[in-house]
């Protein structure tokens, strides 16, 4: 038996991939103590495991009032902080007033032998770096050994590109841990050769014939096969989006707003084209532009007749300084990405889950809240929250369970007598 207790716990995908592990070795585990502070998340991890309230950290007596039962792993998915700092390093102390602060505190008091921690991969350069550094001094202080990993779920058999960062503490001893760091492919349309387990991919995972109210606007689908001249598996990985070129489908080649000239079309494409240019700014998603600016790449003598039109029809809009600005940003389309049947997700995100789309059996429309979950590696037993707006915002904040459940099975496989050690405890 291992006792185990799931911080920040969310839907409970962490535990998941824990059970999973501990049930191929045929090892039983049991939750001792789970935490989440948001109301909605504790609503599903109810309907999946025991019944669980909100519980806020910070203000949770876990000494005192509420003395934990005996455990050997500690599971945190905690959320990515800067630390204060005043002078040297002081490791342990630097983490007050964090979320990570109460993992290290439970680690210190109750010495569990093994810590699972899942971030996001931008806390290796968090606050410069800093914020790393603290955590793993912290943990190097309450005396535990760490490796971590950045892999990308798509290396371990989920159908997304989505990078985290994962580490695993035993206390006291040094350990093996044969996975190495999987980084895979960027791009969501190729795979890389590398992957530790056999891929998936979007076709793997879709529904045959969910609900029609998962199905696009008539209208939407009308302006995408007049744009496709009827073919609509040309769709498959094109993107939705103004203020991008390549692969993008502009909502002016739809129509979304109103009929556009060949002249307004030429000139939007000129503006996207050209506002990421360094000349005009070095701001990543490009910035508004000036008349004269926009003068420098546009000839006609019919400029301002043009802007104004598209103004009025709403595809520009006006900033402040009478800059020009395009007006749609990805999440205006009903879709924003199309995914490819023979490719993987970009990565989910609670914002935008719910304009993910796929043309399959005929039909335009957004993925369903299962199939956000299979992109996660959650098992179709898992029951979703009945809300579908909640359901899609926690696939987007999951982790990928697959990942989780190969990790920890290759690290209780290659650290037999830890493991042994933990059983007996």
């Not at 789970?34 to 909100?54: D, G, H, M, R, V």
């Not at 005192?64 to 204060?84: D, I, M, R, T, Y």
């Not at 020009?324 to 914002?351: A, C, P, W």
Request: glycine share 8%; net charge positive; hydrophobic share 35%.
């Amino acid at each position: 038996m291992i006792n185990f207790v799931d911080l920040f716990s969310g839907t409970g995908g962490i535990r998941l991939g824990l059970e999973q592990a501990l049930n191929d070795l045929s090892v039983k585990g049991q939750c001792v103590f789970s935490a989440e502070i948001n109301k909605k998340a504790c609503e599903t991890y109810s309907l999946n495991f025991e019944k669980q309230a909100p519980i806020d950290l910070t203000k949770f007596d876990f000494v005192n009032e509420h003395k934990l039962p005996n455990f050997q792993v500690l599971l945190a998915g905690f959320p990515c902080q800067a630390f204060s700092y005043a002078g040297k390093r002081r490791g342990f102390e630097d983490t007050r007033g964090t979320l990570f602060f109460n993992v290290a505190e439970i680690s210190r008091h109750y010495r569990p032998k093994v810590l699972f921690l899942e971030n996001v991969r931008g806390l290796t350069t968090h606050d410069g770096g800093r914020t790393f550094e603290t955590i793993k001094n912290t943990l190097e202080d309450l005396g535990y050994f760490v490796k971590w990993r950045i892999i990308n779920s798509s290396e371990m058999g989920v159908p997304q590109n989505r990078f985290r960062l994962y580490g695993i503490a035993v206390l006291g001893e040094d350990f093996n841990l044969s996975i190495p760091d999987l980084l895979g492919a960027k791009d969501t349309h190729s795979i890389s050769d590398n992957s530790f387990i056999s891929h998936k991919y979007i076709r793997d995972i879709l529904e045959d014939d969910p609900d029609k109210k998962y199905d696009c606007s008539p209208a939407f689908r009308k302006a995408l096969e007049r744009y496709f001249c009827g073919n609509l598996k040309k769709i498959d990985g094109r993107r939705c989006i103004d203020s991008r070129n390549g692969n993008s489908i502009h909502s002016w080649e739809l129509d979304l707003k109103g009929r556009t000239t060949k002249e307004e079309r030429e000139l939007l494409d000129l503006i996207v084209a050209n506002r990421r240019k360094h000349q005009f700014g070095v701001h990543q998603d490009g910035k508004a532009l000036s008349l004269e600016q926009i003068k420098s790449f546009y000839r006609g003598n019919d400029i301002k007749e043009i802007l104004d039109s598209l103004l009025k029809k709403g595809y520009l809009r006006l900033d402040k300084g009478n800059l020009f600005n395009l007006k749609s940003g990805n999440m205006t389309f009903e879709i924003f990405k199309f995914l490819d049947h023979d490719g993987v997700s970009i990565t989910l995100t609670s914002s935008d889950c719910n304009r993910l789309g796929i043309f399959h059996n005929n039909r335009l429309r957004r993925l369903t809240p299962r199939e956000c979950a299979r992109i996660q590696g959650y098992p179709d037993s898992y029951i979703l929250h009945p809300d579908d707006r909640c359901a899609y915002h926690q696939m987007g904040n999951a982790v990928s369970v697959p990942v989780i459940h190969k990790l920890l099975y290759a690290f209780f496989s290659e650290n037999p007598e830890i493991f042994k050690g933990m059983q007996e405890a």
